[in-house]
Every structure is written in C-alpha cells, then in structure tokens.
C-alpha cells in the first residue's frame, strides 16, 4: 500500500547511521564497546531495578545529575542526562541553531554529526583532518562565520583516535567568538594517557562558550543502557534539557550509571588493559607496515583508502569484524588480548599492494 503522506525531503535523503556489524560468531571489533560485561554490582543494581520497571523513570535523573555534578565539582545547573550522548549531540543543535544556521565539525570525525545536525534543521559544515589525521582547528576557526552557533571537537577523534593537545586547543577556544557554543565530545576520555590531552571540563570552567560531553557506553561499559551526559554553560543546558524527549533516559540506565560511578576504579582499571593492548597492537601494525596514527583512544584507524571493504573482508574471513569507511580506513576497536591477536593475524595476512 502507498501512502501519500508527504515525508520530509531533507530527512528521506539522509545518510542512514551506519552501526558496526554483529557476525554470530565473529569477534566484533566494530563500535568501540568494552569486551567485558558489567561488573557483578553493576549487573545486580540493574537486577535490582527491574522489578521496577511499571514506574516511570525519574525525569530529570536528578540523583544521577547530582552525583555527576558532586564527582565532577560543578554545580547541579551545568549537568544535563541523555539518551546516550548521541542524543545530546543532537540536543546541543537544537538548542542553539535556528534553522539554518551552521554546526561546524571536522571530517572525518562522528557519523552522526551530518546526520543529528540535519534533523536539527541547521546546517553542517565540515573541514577535513590534516595530513596526520588530526584535527586542523586553524581551518576550523577559519571556517568560523556569522551562521556558526556550534563547533563540535571529537577528542580523541572518533575514528581516527588522533586528539589535539592543550596549547592548540587553548588557542583555538581563546580565538572562537564568545556567541559560537563549543561542544568537546569527549566520549573516549578515560582512555587518554598523554598528559597533553586536556581535561575539557577545566575549559568549561575557563570559558563560558564551551560544553562537554561524556558517556557510559565506553568506559564504563554501558552501551546497551543508553546514557551519556553534558556539562556546560547554565544558560546552555537549560536549553539542553527543554528539547530532551521526555524519560528517555530509563530507569535501568540511571541505575547503572550510579553503580557503575560507585565501582569507577575497578572499571578504569580495565581502561589500563585497553590502553596497554592499544600499544602492543599499534606497534605490531606498524610492524607489518600499516601506517596507524597514534590513538589515545580504545580504537586504532587503519588508512587503507581503496582497500578498505576489501580489508574488511579480509579481517571477516578470520572471523574479526572491524567498521570500514569504504575509500578512507577501517577503524579497529582494542579487544582482549586473544581478539586481538587474532585480528593481527588477519591484518599480518592481508596481502600487499602488488
Ligand atoms: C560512541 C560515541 C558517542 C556516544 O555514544 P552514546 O552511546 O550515544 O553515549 C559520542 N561521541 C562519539 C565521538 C562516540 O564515538
């Protein structure tokens, strides 16, 4: 049956999200989750919340708000909940652009930038990575222009795992002008070990103009529960919460965002593991030739251009399934020990350009 409903146009030509692969079994090394399961007191405290799950969540997730806010040493007002923070990126652009106005990010950066910025109604502008696969925040900034309301900065990046240092991102923050909302998406933060890699809350402290986001689907191993969180400017994350859908941060996930900041040292433990294999795979693919970026995050970025989907299809076939960019690179999430030797195996086969 057609329906003469009329749809969107800008919406129906929309790129769809593309999720990393599930393979039964296959090792999925695709979306940059944890390879290990919650925590006992965390699996028991969402055990605990299911036999409440005829109630409503709590709206405003005020006890996750105000635990996160005390953790993090900012008042309560500059703490906003989301559905996940891909959801508040998307909130952050409604709150601040008018239909029309420009969402600014680098490319490549987040798949879901173009995608949650053209729901918004504004427009996206993109500026490429530098040679090194990094952010170029002079093009950025001069790409800066009466219809810019946001910036967003992928730190690390997201997939490339590249992440600008203090000095850059102070001149960069110091240059922006005081009316365009910086957003720091700093999904893979406790992954970072360089010191060099800013906090970005000590910015939202410096510069009223700057916002950052989190989640608990990395680190603390959350992805399924959907919850991530903002800090920013009063004035911004007010705005922030008026455009949130109405509980779609669920019961269960407030409760494992608590349990899981009650177990944070024992979970970021597991963060040494990660970042320990990040090394040891990235030397290895360098090793055999592959010329990986240095990652602060818990993924590395293979830039094999055209032979991307073939890599990818090289890595299936040993049963490790990696997320292509067809024509860029194929970005590669760290796994326990044995998943990764057996993605290095697959990597170390992939035969040379003739
Ligand atoms: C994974 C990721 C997120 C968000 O994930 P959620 O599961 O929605 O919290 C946000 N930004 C970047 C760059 C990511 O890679």
Redesign the pocket.
């Known amino acids: 049956m057609s329906s003469s409903v009329p749809t969107r146009a800008d919406v129906m030509s929309l790129p769809s999200y593309v999720p990393g692969r599930s393979v039964p079994g296959a090792i999925k090394l695709a979306s940059?989750e944890v390879p290990e399961g919650p925590l006992p007191s965390v699996a028991e405290a969402i055990a605990r919340a299911a036999g409440d799950v005829n109630r409503y969540p709590d709206m405003g997730a005020w006890a996750l708000v105000d635990r996160l806010a005390s953790d993090l040493g900012v008042p309560a007002d500059q703490v906003a909940v989301g559905c996940?923070?891909?959801?508040l990126?998307q909130q952050f652009v409604q709150a601040v652009c008018e239909p029309g106005q420009e969402a600014l990010f680098a490319w490549r950066s987040?798949e879901a930038y173009p995608i949650i910025t053209r729901v918004a109604n504004a427009t996206p502008v993109t500026v490429p990575l530098d040679a090194g696969h990094r952010h170029d925040l002079d093009a950025m900034l001069a790409a800066i222009t009466p219809a810019t309301r946001l910036v967003f900065v992928?730190n690390p990046n997201?997939p490339t795992g590249t992440a600008v240092r203090r000095d850059q991102l102070t001149r960069f923050l110091d240059a922006v002008p005081d009316d365009v909302l910086v957003v720091l998406?700093e999904?893979y933060r406790e992954f970072v070990t360089d010191p060099d890699v800013p906090d970005g809350l000590g910015f939202v402290r410096s510069h009223p103009n700057v916002a950052v986001?989190r989640?608990f689907?990395?680190a603390y191993g959350l992805?399924g529960l959907?919850v991530?969180y903002a800090v920013g400017p009063e004035e911004v994350i007010k705005a922030v919460r008026k455009v949130y859908v109405a509980f779609s941060v669920n019961s269960l996930a407030q409760t494992a965002a608590l349990a899981s900041l009650d177990a944070a040292d024992e979970l970021l433990a597991r963060c040494s593991d990660i970042v320990r294999e990040r090394g040891r795979v990235r030397d290895a693919l360098v090793a055999a030739g592959y010329p990986v970026p240095e990652t602060e995050a818990n993924f590395v970025w293979l830039p094999l251009g055209e032979r991307t989907t073939e890599f990818a299809e090289h890595a299936l076939q040993h049963k490790v399934v990696v997320r292509p960019f067809a024509g860029e690179g194929a970005r590669v999430t760290i796994g326990t020990p044995e998943q990764n030797d057996t993605f290095l195996e697959a990597a170390r086969t992939f035969p040379a350009r003739e």
């Open positions: 940059n996940g923070s891909v959801s990126c987040f992928c997201n998406d999904a986001l989640t689907s990395k992805a959907r991530g």
